[in-house]
């Protein structure tokens, strides 16, 4: 089956910084989708990527999907103490079963 | 609109016991998944039920998982006997589509632990 792998598993930022996390999966994706995870709380979704080379914004949140379909990012700019919690990419396969990656847990210091 | 709810939010039983988690997913939603997360690791699929039938349960990990979901509403997953590696936080989610992949709304999850 396929594996989606996500990078890094940590990122401690400083208030108003950017950063940047990253998911590869093993096997051509139909679309990869993002969920938050707020500390204590369950995954909610985020966005959907579904066309190669797909580009979506949230406000501070840019969302890409790789030409490939295997590859996607999220960027945050400018981060804020909201941003706490951990991010989760899940890629659905050709068996329209979700992979979730690891997630990034993100932490920010005021 | 109620969202998706487990119970119990917490469960801490010995190995060798048995223990039964509940989901009640969206009414409406016909798909309705199993997932489990062991600490700082990736969400593990489980099992997926579009309404009463298992549309794919590869994910579960042996026969001492059963999991049921009688009339297409409530699913039950039951852990008999319990191994210490069976703890993590097990969650359900529902999705009104599955093939053309709809997101999915995840519950609060069970935190079982097996001491």
């Known amino acids: 089956g396929q594996q989606v792998m996500q990078i890094p598993q940590y990122q401690h930022v400083q208030e108003g910084e950017d950063f940047t996390t990253y998911c590869n999966s093993s096997?051509?994706?139909?679309?990869i989708q993002w969920y938050k995870q707020r500390p204590g709380g369950h995954p909610v979704f985020l966005i959907q990527?579904?066309?190669?080379?797909e580009v979506k914004k949230q406000k501070r949140l840019t969302f890409q999907f790789g030409e490939a379909k295997k590859n996607s990012s999220l960027h945050i700019t400018a981060t804020q103490t909201t941003d706490v919690g951990t991010y989760f990419c899940?890629?659905?396969?050709?068996?329209?079963?979700?992979?979730f990656g690891a997630g990034t847990t993100v932490t920010v210091r005021a | 609109e109620a969202g998706v709810t487990q119970f119990p939010s917490h469960s801490v039983i010995e190995k060798g016991q048995t223990v039964t988690l509940r989901c009640d997913p969206i009414?409406?939603?016909?798909?309705l998944y199993w997932y489990r997360r062991v600490m700082g690791k990736e969400i593990k699929f489980l099992l997926h039920?579009?309404?009463?039938?298992?549309?794919?349960e590869s994910g579960m990990p042996n026969n001492r998982f059963l999991a049921e979901r009688t009339g297409g509403t409530y699913s039950t997953l039951k852990v008999q006997p319990a191994e210490l590696e069976d703890s993590g936080v097990y969650f359900c989610?529902?999705?009104?589509?599955?093939?053309?992949?709809?997101?999915?709304?995840f519950g609060p999850g069970t935190r079982l632990t097996v001491t």
């Open positions: 989610a529902s999705s009104q589509e599955w093939a053309t992949s709809y997101e999915q709304y």
């Open positions: 096997t051509t994706l139909s679309n």
């Open positions: 990527l579904v066309k190669s080379g």
């Open positions: 899940a890629g659905l396969g050709n068996d329209y079963k979700l992979s």
């Open positions: 009414s409406g939603h016909d798909n």
């Open positions: 039920f579009v309404k009463e039938s298992k549309q794919d």
